[in-house]
């Protein structure tokens, strides 16, 4: 077996032998600069139109649809089968 070690052996948890560490055990959650950078991140996050919402709605209720009627034919298929099967 070939041991396969991290390009970056001074990141702590690349190896199974070394557990990863908490580095930054003083640093404390700020709310606000949470809030920030979510917005910041949303702000870059291409929306689509509500054209395309609904198309791709439609196009996902379609098959869906279909797949339940593909289920349900193939349930009944096998009720049918098992009820000659089993009398």
Known sequence: MVERRSPKPEVAGSM????AKNINKNMKFNPAKYLREVRQ?????T???KRE???SAGIVL?????AAI??????QFFSFIVRIVLG
């Open 62 to 66: 379609v098959v869906i649809s279909i």
């Open 70 to 75: 593909i289920l349900m034919l193939f349930d």
């Open 41 to 45: 991140e949303v702000s870059k996050v």
């Open 53 to 55: 919402t609904f198309t």
């Open 47 to 49: 929306w689509p139109s």
């Open 16 to 19: 199974p032998a070394t557990p």
